[in-house]
Structure formats: structure tokens, C-alpha cells
């Protein structure tokens, strides 16, 4: 199982909204509507933002969104703020074979 | 507040075992609705599911290390442990434990563990 296909980095200034892809394939992405992202600080463990395509754990702020499309998931971070700056992960279920792949990763860097 | 803390060895040699324990704290380990994952990170590079186990000792591994790999539970410890035997360079990489909701998703991750195969 491949992993699925992210930018590696996409930047915007403060306040302005910027979307991450992930794309994957029939198998996963396009299968099931299991796409989780995370959120992750060096050195820090990583934090659910988002899971089940566009659904926010309690506690995340409404400025991260979701969608799917075919065999790609975005997500969607506006109103970027310093604290955003971060690398972020997509996740699929993808079957019984290899249940679980991730995204490549996106390093988001506010300017 | 949920906790996990990734714990073992930073450094193991070539063809032996890596060993690694998750201590859970702030939630029952035995809780039914979750289950308790490994996930990796080489560096530079993405994050690779390892495999999980459920309270009850039920586990699911990753195909490509199933051969390799045992996962347990301690449910009075509040511990959970990862072992990968006979590894190799390519076993380098941030371990990380997490708690996994059904196919759903990874709702709280431990800081992760370096492990350096190295001789």
C-alpha cells in the first residue's frame, strides 16, 4: 500500500487560508469516508485535527475544515495563525490488507 | 488528561530485538471502544502503521513486519509493549504509541521514541 500523496510545503501569511491535498486511490481515499489529519510540533506528539473527512474533535478550532472529493481530502486552514506553522498528516483506512496509510506530509509554514 | 509515554532503549544493534513500552495514563486502558496502536516515522520520511492490540490481547499487525512483530498488553501496568526482532537499519525510525478509535481515527499519541539500529 502506497502512502498518499501530499505538497510537500504550503505557506501563507497570517489571517489568509491555505488548503493541503491528500490524494490517494480507490482503495483508500476514494473507498472510505475515514480521512483523519493531524497536526504535529517537532519533538511534540502529534494532535487529531480532524477525522471521518470533515469531522472536528472537541476543542479544535472551527478554522480547520474538511472535505473529500474523489480520491483526494483537503484540508482547509483560514484565518492562519503563528501556531498553525506545522507538519500535517493525512490518514486513510484502507482495507483489511494494510488498514491504515498515511500521507507523505505537508510542512505549513506561516510567513 | 490523557497520557502516553513511549519508553526503551534509543539504540539496539543490528539482528536483535527492539523492545518499547507505552505507559497509558488518564484513561482505562481496558476501555472497550479503543484499541492501542504502534506507528513509525522514518526520518525524513512519512508515518507507517505498525500494528495494534485491543485490551483483551486481540491484535491486527501491518503485513510487511507481521512476521517480526509482537504487540501485548498489560492492562494492571496500564502498559502496552511493541517488540521487532531481527531488525535492521531500516528499523530506524520514531516510534510512537497511540490510542485508536475503531477504523475511525488516532485521537492521542504519545511524544514518541528514537530507536537507532546501529552496531
Known amino acids: 500500500q502506497s502512502a498518499l500523496t501530499q505538497p510537500a510545503s504550503v505557506s501563507g501569511s497570517p489571517g489568509q487560508s491555505i488548503t493541503i491535498s491528500c490524494t490517494g486511490t480507490s482503495s483508500d481515499v476514494g473507498s472510505y469516508n475515514l480521512v483523519s489529519w493531524y497536526q504535529h510540533h517537532p519533538g511534540k506528539a502529534p494532535k487529531l485535527v480532524l477525522y471521518e473527512g470533515s469531522e472536528r474533535p472537541s476543542g479544535v478550532s472551527n478554522r480547520f475544515s474538511g472535505s473529500n472529493s474523489g480520491n483526494t481530502a483537503s484540508l482547509t486552514i483560514s484565518g492562519l495563525q503563528a501556531d498553525d506553522e506545522a507538519y500535517y498528516y493525512c490518514?486513510?483506512?484502507?482495507?483489511?490488507?494494510?488498514?491504515?496509510?498515511f500521507g507523505t506530509g505537508t510542512r505549513v509554514t506561516v510567513l | 488528561q490523557v497520557l502516553l509515554q513511549e519508553s526503551g532503549p534509543g539504540l539496539v544493534k543490528p539482528s536483535q530485538t527492539l523492545s518499547l513500552t507505552c505507559t497509558v495514563s488518564?484513561?482505562?486502558?481496558?476501555?472497550?471502544?479503543?484499541?492501542w496502536s504502534w506507528i513509525r516515522q522514518h526520518p525524513e520520511k512519512g508515518l507507517e502503521w505498525i500494528g495494534y492490540i485491543y485490551y483483551s490481547g486481540t491484535t491486527y499487525y501491518n503485513p510487511s513486519l507481521k512476521s517480526r512483530l509482537t504487540i501485548s498488553v498489560d492492562t494492571f501496568k496500564s502498559q502496552i509493549s511493541l517488540k521487532l526482532s531481527s531488525v535492521t537499519a531500516a528499523d530506524t525510525a520514531m516510534y510512537y504509541c497511540a490510542r485508536q478509535y475503531s477504523t475511525s481515527y488516532f485521537d492521542y499519541w504519545g511524544q514518541g521514541a528514537l530507536v537507532t539500529v546501529s552496531s
Open positions: 488518564g484513561v482505562s486502558i481496558s476501555s472497550g471502544d479503543y484499541y
Open positions: 490518514c486513510s483506512y484502507a482495507g483489511s490488507n494494510t488498514p491504515w496509510v
